[in-house]
């Protein structure tokens, strides 16, 4: 039973195109994150919620929506995808928001964009 | 810019023996750090932690030293094994709020049979 899992775990689409993805928790967590690693292999912070409510949002473009339905799920939507956007996005989750909790992260959703 | 620094991309240990792998920091506001280890097609999974109110932390194989006058973790894995083979991420928190890590670059790690 995975306890972060995201869909689709590729995704491949054309420039101008929107594109979700979907994250759900199966830990009964609070808090879940975006995260994109680029080709660099840089891992940054894109988003953060705790309990629904938005409480990180780096300097990403506001092409990057996310949304939290619930505790359990944070989903990622992409408008006019650019080049740029072609990373690995993953998802995490913590008991808490602060670092002090480990985060569990999903098996990354690999997006390229051509 | 690079506020945490793995300077190795990659490493490569015999089985048995010890493997150290080394991370630097610029902002001395960080109070916390973290060393995550992440296989290939996976998340990565959290390892250990260390709080700047210590200088060494162990859990079982692995051991995480901090040096806050040199801005400097490593960590120590003993005896190194096959299956520790993977990308090791450090990473850092800083005050206030602690709800942000920033990451390194990771370093490769291959142990050899």
């Known amino acids: 039973d995975t306890a972060v899992s995201q869909t689709p775990k590729y995704l491949v689409t054309q420039m101008g195109n929107d594109k979700s993805i979907k994250c759900e928790q199966n830990l009964g967590h609070d808090t879940m994150y975006w995260y994109k690693q680029d080709s660099k292999k840089f891992l940054k912070i894109m988003f953060s919620?705790?309990?629904?409510?938005?409480?990180i949002n780096e300097t990403v473009p506001n092409r990057f929506s996310p949304k939290s339905p619930d505790k359990a799920h944070l989903n990622l939507h992409i408008n006019s995808l650019e080049l740029g956007d072609s990373a690995v996005y993953f998802c995490a989750s913590s008991q808490g928001p602060f670092v002090t909790y480990e985060q569990y992260f999903g098996p990354g959703t690999r997006l390229t964009v051509t | 810019d690079q506020q945490v620094k793995q300077n190795s991309p990659s490493l490569s240990v015999q089985e048995g023996r010890i493997s150290i792998l080394n991370c630097d920091y610029t902002?001395?506001?960080?109070?916390?750090f973290l060393w995550y280890k992440k296989y290939p097609a996976e998340g990565p999974t959290f390892l250990i932690s260390i709080s700047s109110i210590k200088d060494k932390n162990e859990d079982g194989r692995f051991t995480v030293f901090l040096n806050k006058s040199a801005k400097h973790l490593s960590l120590h894995i003993v005896p190194s094994q096959p299956g520790d083979s993977a990308v090791y991420f450090c990473a850092a928190s800083a005050l206030p709020g602690n709800r942000k890590l920033i990451w390194g670059l990771g370093t490769s790690l291959g142990v050899n049979p």
């Open positions: 902002n001395s506001m960080f109070d916390y």
């Open positions: 919620y705790n309990n629904k409510e938005l409480i």
